[in-house]
Structure formats: C-alpha cells, structure tokens
C-alpha cells in the first residue's frame, strides 16, 4: 500500500504560478500511474491531469491544458503538477491519486485510482 501526501498549494494571484508535489511513502511511486484531481469550491472533484508509470504518457483536462504541465522524478518518488498562468476558477483543494492499473484515456475516471492523498489548497485571488 502507498501513502500519497501533496504539498506545494497556497494563495496566489491571478496569472502567477504554483507547483505541487505528490510524494509516496510505503511503496516506490514508479510502480504506479498518478494522477491531479481537484474539487472546487460547491463543485465535484474533476480530473486534472494524469501520467503513466515511464512519464511519457500524459493527459490533461482541456480547462488546464497548456497551463499545467505533470511530471514525475521516480527516484525522488514524487509527481508534480507545474502550474502557470493560474485563474480565479483554479481554486481548489487538489488532490493526488495512484493506479496500479493505466487505464489511458480512462485515467481521467476516479475508479481508475486505488490510493488517494489528503488534498492541499490552492487558492487564486482576482
């Protein structure tokens, strides 16, 4: 089992840029595909980006497409979501997930996601 923790979010302001990390602790992360969730406030959580065990396999939601940018360092057992270019309408508490199965396309699916982190705030003020 795999113990996600994110860390990295804060108050920002519009146009300004935070990253986030997902580190693992209990089993590598290499073994699994991760995934960004977010829930904003009132709202479901909704897929934001996912990458495959390699990192050579992304998809993005098209809200966050060319804005956020994932990525992993395996040997540092950690994934990031670099995000630029932030709006008012990316507050949210952000969530990091694991797969132990890519699902591709699907990963944009939360049931594709066996391990969950606690979330961290991200806040962008107008």
């Known amino acids: 089992q795999v113990q996600l923790v994110e860390s990295g979010g804060g108050l920002v302001q519009t146009g300004g840029s935070l990253r986030l990390s997902c580190a693992a602790s209990?089993?590598?992360?290499?073994?699994?595909?991760v995934g960004w969730f977010r829930q904003r406030p009132g709202k479901e959580r909704e897929f934001v980006a996912a990458?495959?065990?390699?990192?050579?396999?992304?998809y993005y939601a098209n809200s966050v497409k060319g804005r956020f940018t994932i990525s992993r360092d395996n040997a540092k057992n950690t994934v990031y979501l670099q995000m630029n270019s932030l709006k008012p309408e990316d507050t949210a508490v952000y969530y990091c997930?694991?797969?132990?199965?890519?699902?591709?396309?699907?990963?944009?699916?939360?049931?594709?996601?066996?391990?969950w982190g606690q979330g961290t705030q991200v806040t962008v003020s107008s």
């Open positions: 209990g089993r590598t992360l290499s073994s699994y595909a």
């Open positions: 990458v495959n065990w390699s990192g050579d396999i992304r």
């Open positions: 997930a694991a797969a132990t199965t890519w699902y591709g396309a699907n990963s944009e699916r939360e049931y594709a996601y066996d391990y």
